[in-house]
């Protein structure tokens, strides 16, 4: 609870998965990938319930395992490739209400962001509750360094790379001069419960964005990803001070 109101977390994890087969139960350091936002959720000073959205009982049971309640299995409907998030999102809220259940705030953890932790999800609502004045939610996002727009390139019929934003090579900005852009990283996502209704979703015109550190930005979709976040984990104290530095 943060100033009186009730936080719900919620962390999605259905069975299906293109990118990589069963990754929200593969094991990350001994700990099933879904284990990590709740163990981040339960480090919060804010959170009241945790709760594992899943349309498989053996995830339900996995998730239980890790801490999490899972007081409803998600519906068929809402956990094909194509159903949007907002589904499933309003069903937990709404299941819940009907037995009495009400919650403020909703966080959103998901388990292909596993290195977020509780301390930046008690920041990201402390920052929301000081901006409520004009805002009704907070998403994590990362800077833009080597995918910045500004040197992104073409590549013409003859294979010859053009740039993309600027008539010429020489016409490109140094990276000083750059505008700070940054991108949506997946790593949280906090919302009013009234504005998820009003708007179907955590991003519009009253959201904040939540700057993560950059080696926390990575998202699970392939093998790939798996590797880079174990090595990040392996140097994790190294980057948490090079971080304060």
Known sequence: ?????????LVPARRGSKGLALKNIRPLRGRPLLGWPIAAAHASRYIDRVIVSTDDEEFATIARAQGADTPFLRPAELASDTAPSIGFILHALDTLAQSGEVYDYLVLLEPTSPLTEGTDIDLALEALFEHRDHADAIVGIARMTTGHPAFAVRIDVDARIQPAAASSFGELPRRQDIEPLYVLDGSLYISTAEALRREN???????????????????VDDLL??????????????LKNADRS
Not at 1 to 9: A, P, T, Y
Request: proline fraction near 2%; glycine fraction near 8%.
């Open 201 to 219: 979703g955590f991003c519009h015109d009253r959201t904040l964005g939540h700057v993560m550190p950059r080696y926390k930005h990575f998202e």
């Open 225 to 238: 990803d798996f590797v880079c976040i174990e090595a990040v984990l392996d140097n994790l104290d190294a």
């Open 1 to 9: 609870m943060i100033k009186g109101k009730r936080v719900l977390s």
